[in-house]
């Protein structure tokens, strides 16, 4: 249902985007996040952004780096990831709010995209 694009292979210090698509037009009233997993590892919260635009919330380890926005007339979101890290290789899942607003949990969302990798070298 979401669809997440953009990742691969980019050395620390460059710039990636993802983008996370939604065909169906399911979250244009909804907040959207970003997450991200290492294997054998939880979910980790990166960065959410409310229905509208108007707020988002980041993780404190990629603050002032990555940067959620979305255009809702295309139904995409995008995480822009400035100065990557080898820390940041995961992969990245954007997901669908249960509301309106943006929420750092898991718990807080009921649609996931299937993921995109993101892996850095040093």
């Known amino acids: 249902q979401l669809q997440a694009s953009g990742g691969g292979l980019v050395q620390a210090g460059d710039s990636l985007r993802l983008s996370c698509a939604d065909p169906?037009?399911?979250?244009?009233?909804?907040?959207v996040g970003w997450f991200r997993q290492i294997i054998g590892k939880g979910r980790e919260f990166v960065a959410s952004?409310?229905?509208?635009?108007?707020?988002?919330r980041y993780a404190d380890s990629v603050i002032d780096r990555f940067t959620i926005s979305r255009d809702n007339g295309k139904s995409t979101v995008y995480l822009q990831m400035r100065n990557p890290k080898p820390e940041d290789t995961a992969v990245y899942y954007c997901?669908?709010?249960?509301?309106?607003?943006?929420?750092?949990?898991?718990?807080?969302?009921?649609?996931w995209g299937q993921g995109t990798l993101v892996t850095v070298s040093s």
């Open positions: 997901a669908v709010a249960r509301s309106s607003s943006s929420s750092t949990s898991v718990d807080g969302y009921r649609y």
């Open positions: 952004i409310d229905w509208r635009g108007g707020s988002s």
């Open positions: 169906r037009r399911t979250f244009s009233n909804n907040g």
